[in-house]
């Protein structure tokens, strides 16, 4: 699902956010899994979501099964997005990453939000007809108010038909910041090796606007047990990395100290943990916006 546009009843229910609603409750995959929405506002922006614990879809360990809780946060922001920026831009999920915090119980449910300078900024930001890469995180909650999953979902916008000449002359293309340096792209990865432009082949880098190095783990006791450490980060942080990507190895074995994230959050820098592909395809599109990027690129587990 991609776009918003009259299906095969000759009208778009998306109109219609009761009816819509009534529509998606009847959703086999939902029905199966007992997920109900139970709240979709009528400007799009608030959407809120239930499942209840039965028989027929509680795991081993009675719990709510993992796929499920998944399935309960699935299309919603995509939604949300494709009803509120309309037909003119492109919208799909590419991405998303659960985390399990307690065993699920009883009723459990997620609140959607969709805040208006959120729409606004990403309009501003597909103004060029450049795709973007957006992230949105949502948490799932039992009824005692606690946390039960995290997810982290990444979505892809695009504005329709519009030319980067298009845009020059309209005035909407960002012009790209005076002198700012560009984070090198990386050009080639395999296990074991990656190639960065201008600095050539090695086995992990460090990478910033303007440059970077191979990244040495013994320089401040890095391992896939203790995890990144604060001091790998502190370079990235003085070369101006406005985005910091921080993988976890292609088996997500490096793990990343909580003293890492706090450093960052403290610094405001935007932070992404992932897998080491999918860390590369992020910063790749990032260096093409010429975004302030940087990251920690691990080439093997």
Known sequence: MG???????????????????LIINCWPPYLGAAITVTHIAP????????????????????SHFGGNLFAMTD?????????????????????????????GRGRVTVHFQLEPERIAAIIAKAASGEKLLER??????????????????TLYIKRKGVKKEEAKI??????????RPISPRILTSGWGK??????????????????????????????????IQPGDVEELIGHGCEIIILTTGRMRRLRVAPATLALLDNQRVETIVVDTQEGINIYNDYTQQGKAVGGLFHSTC
């Open 3 to 21: 776009r918003t546009g009259p299906g095969f009843l000759g009208f778009n229910p998306m109109d219609y956010p009761r009816l819509f609603r």
């Open 43 to 62: 400007d799009w922006q608030t959407i809120q979501v239930a499942m209840k614990l039965t028989w027929y879809n509680r795991n081993y360990v009675n």
């Open 75 to 103: 299309p919603f922001f995509m939604l949300m997005l494709l009803r509120n920026l309309g037909r003119d831009y492109i919208v799909w999920d590419t991405a998303a990453k659960i985390a399990f915090l307690a065993p």
């Open 136 to 153: 949105f995180r949502v948490d799932i909650h039992n009824e005692q108010g606690e946390r039960v999953a995290s997810v982290k979902k």
């Open 170 to 179: 309209q005035g909407m293309e960002e012009p790209m910041e005076q002198n």
């Open 194 to 227: 990656m190639t960065i432009d201008r600095l050539g082949r090695g086995k992990d880098f460090k990478l910033w606007p303007g440059g970077g190095r191979e990244w040495d783990w013994a320089e401040h006791g890095t391992g896939h047990g203790r995890g």
